[in-house]
């Protein structure tokens, strides 16, 4: 499989992911949407570690990192959710604008 | 590299900016424009959720623990790459997986004092 | 799949491990004492953590090496940059203690993020792999999100952590998608050339100049990150919210730290690995600064609200302090250590009077809550005075020894068009450093401003910041000498 296909996948995924922060409305799913970004990544890594062959366990491993990276992001992403609804009772990214400008 | 390669990237915003402006322009002519609550929920299914599953909340005690299994769940990818190299590493990824799992005890202390693993209030 | 384990040189990240033990201490102790209890300890064991960490950093000094698989660089650079940023911690932790004290919010976890924070800064300046880059951006990044969001009562601060929250992690997907296209171009992430590979600054003098497409899309990538971090337009719209709403001493950290970290990284990245490329990456930068140092002075003009008013003076410092990373010399590195060193003194300063006079309700944080402060609080209005002259880059500051050596070096480099934009943006912003001013001396007022925090801490913070702003613009010698011998790299 040309190494084409791939990234021309994670590039699709990373789009779609870059839509969904810019459209969505609710926190979650924005953060939902960052995350495919992340794993668009990750599929390039992958990618490009198993083209390179030899050179290519840093690929690898970063993947790794960014999987558990990811998951910190996402503790403190859901915990702040948490938090807003206590207080708000809805968590939409327009409602929040205390602040402008 | 020079200026001549950026042309082709020129090109293309300018294309895809008049692609972007016409649709939305087409769409906001010809389009249908009927609103509905089930419309704007979050998963946007086109279907109003019935049974009132939705408005019975969870209790946040059950986020806290996930969130709190996401995390430490999470860590043992590190584990998989000692795994495969461990016969290289010998000692010094032994000592070095000691530290990285004193850590996570450490954090698991934290958690545990502070309630967070708690399930009666 | 053959390969040795590597050395074991934990006494490269001495200090790092230093910060990270004592925050862990923190909350494990914490963790095991009752509820009620006076928290004075808290402080004081992140003050010892800290001084450690500079022991520790300070004894790096004069060494020269890449060491633990390459991918941290052990040199004057780095020390230069930890040494600061534990600086800037430590006043922060004293800062914290008296606007914190004995309030809800005191507790181990703040100091505990303010260390794990400080650990990620001073990693990102001695870090030598895009991995390790990456970590220690996140290891800031997360530690602030939390703190920007530490004061749970308020909708304002809750509001503040999820915009940083959400707009970080979609600046770091941009960054990652960055680091996986110059990884994929190039074939390895280590910055130098050395121990079997030839890194990217090796791939860069080895390639031909025509098949650096995907590299530089990626470099382009990187920018987003890095800029996203230090504010620069078009990726600031955070800034003031996050400043804002963000606990106050806190506020004056991010301003101070995370500036100098992320542009550490980038004078490392750009000036020293990426610097065959500069063709490709100087434009964009270019056109980053001026928008950055224009309109980050143009919407200071605009804000009532004293906090906003920083953020955007802070967006505007971003720019100018690009001017020097764009120069690409070694008088753009030097002089961008010490404008981001003596910066972060002052910018902490001044959200240390700002704490002072708010509070931790946050009070009296608008321009009109400041008027006659002079005749209400001589000695901090006079340190006030202070910080907004430096920061405005009037001489006998120490800001105005940083714009000089900046623009200095622009000029330098044969952008001289560039100094004359970033002198242009600072006579703008000038105006309204000086309606600070005109509102503490010039207007009167029969409300009485009393300052919120009486604490001796916060007032030696303030002091000692406004006493650095002032000998540093008199006597600059010797910090631009130690900027100048950082500036010797690994390379």
């Known amino acids: 499989m040309p190494l084409s296909y791939v990234l021309v996948l994670a590039a699709l995924l990373f789009s779609i992911g870059v839509y969904g922060v810019l459209a969505r409305q609710h926190a979650v799913l924005v953060l939902l949407s960052i995350e495919l970004m992340l794993n668009a990544v990750n599929i390039n890594l992958i990618a490009f570690s198993a083209w390179l062959q030899d050179t290519g366990v840093p690929g690898q491993v970063f993947a790794l990192f960014i999987i558990a990276v990811a998951a910190a992001e996402v503790g403190v992403g859901l915990a702040l959710v948490i938090l807003i609804y206590r207080n708000r009772r809805n968590v939409d990214v327009e409602g929040l604008s205390l602040m402008k400008w | ?37 089930a419309k704007l929920t979050p998963y946007e299914s086109g279907i109003v959720p019935e049974g009132g599953i939705e408005k019975q909340r969870f209790p946040v005690k059950f986020y806290l623990v996930a969130m709190l299994f996401i995390i430490f769940d999470i860590e043992t990818v590190f584990l998989y790459p000692w795994a495969v190299a461990y016969d290289n590493l010998k000692l010094f990824g032994l000592i070095e997986m000691g530290v990285f799992i004193a850590i996570l005890l450490a954090a698991y202390v934290y958690v545990w004092r502070r309630g967070g693993l708690e399930w009666v209030d | 799949m053959e390969f040795e384990a590597p050395a074991v040189q934990l006494g490269a990240i001495g200090p790092e491990i230093a910060l990270v033990t004592t925050a862990l201490l923190l909350l494990i102790v914490d963790a095991f004492i009752p509820e009620g209890e006076e928290r004075w300890y808290l402080a004081v064991l992140a003050t010892i953590g800290f001084g450690v960490a500079i022991i520790l950093a300070a004894n790096q000094w004069g060494e020269r090496e890449l060491q633990l698989a390459r991918m941290v660089a052990v040199d004057n650079f780095a020390t230069f940059v930890k040494t600061s940023v534990a600086v800037f911690a430590v006043l922060t932790v004293w800062l914290s203690r008296d606007y914190l004290k004995r309030s809800e919010d005191e507790e181990s976890e703040f100091y505990a993020l303010l260390l794990f924070a400080a650990a990620g800064m001073m990693l990102m300046a001695s870090a030598a792999d895009l991995i390790m880059v990456f ?323 916060a007032n030696s913070v303030v002091g000692l910041t406004a006493a650095a702003t002032l000998v540093l613009g008199i006597v600059w010698g010797p910090l631009i000498d130690l900027a100048e011998r950082a500036t010797v790299f690994f390379a």
């Open chain 3, 135 to 457: 970590l220690a951006l996140e290891i800031f990044s997360i530690s602030l999100y939390v703190l920007v969001g530490f004061r749970r009562r308020s909708l304002a601060s809750q509001e503040s952590a999820m915009k940083y929250f959400l707009l970080g992690a979609f600046s770091s997907a941009f960054f990652l998608m960055g680091i996986a296209l110059v990884y994929g171009a190039t074939g390895t992430t280590n910055f130098y050339p050395g121990g079997g590979g030839e890194g990217i600054a090796g791939y860069l003098v080895s390639s031909a100049a025509s098949d650096v497409d995907l590299l530089v899309l990626g470099v382009g990538l990187l920018i987003v990150g890095l800029g996203f971090k230090i504010a620069a337009v078009p990726f600031h719209m955070w800034t003031p919210d996050a400043y804002q709403g963000a606990p106050s001493p806190i506020t004056g950290f991010m301003a101070a730290g995370t500036k100098f970290a992320a542009v550490a990284t980038m004078l490392r990245l750009f000036v020293v690995v990426l610097y065959p490329l500069r063709a490709d990456w100087r434009p964009i930068l270019i056109a980053v600064a001026i928008a950055t140092m224009l309109l980050g002075s143009v919407l200071a003009v605009i804000q009532e609200d004293v906090k906003r008013l920083l953020a955007y003076s802070s967006i505007a410092h971003a720019g100018f302090v690009l001017t020097g990373l764009i120069a690409a010399n070694d008088r753009g590195l030097s002089g961008s250590l010490f404008y981001l060193a003596t910066y972060g003194l002052t910018v902490l300063g001044a959200f240390a009077v700002v704490t002072v006079l708010a509070g931790r309700k946050e009070r009296n944080v608008t321009l009109a809550s400041y008027r006659g402060l002079f005749y209400e609080r001589p000695l901090l209005a006079g340190a006030l005075t202070l910080f907004m002259l430096s920061l405005a880059g009037v001489p006998l500051t120490s800001g105005f020894v940083g714009k000089f050596l900046v623009f200095g070096a622009a000029i330098q480099a044969g952008y001289w068009w560039l100094a004359v934009i970033g002198m242009l943006a600072s006579v703008i912003a000038t105006f309204f450093y000086l309606r600070v001013l005109v509102v503490m001396y010039m207007q009167e007022d029969d409300r009485g401003l009393q300052p919120a925090i009486t604490g001796r801490l």
């Open chain 2, 1 to 37: 590299m020079t200026l001549d390669s950026y042309v082709p990237i020129l090109f293309l915003i300018v294309l895809s900016t008049l692609f972007a402006v016409a649709s939305i322009w087409v769409s906001s002519r010809i389009g249908p424009r009927a609103p509905t609550p």
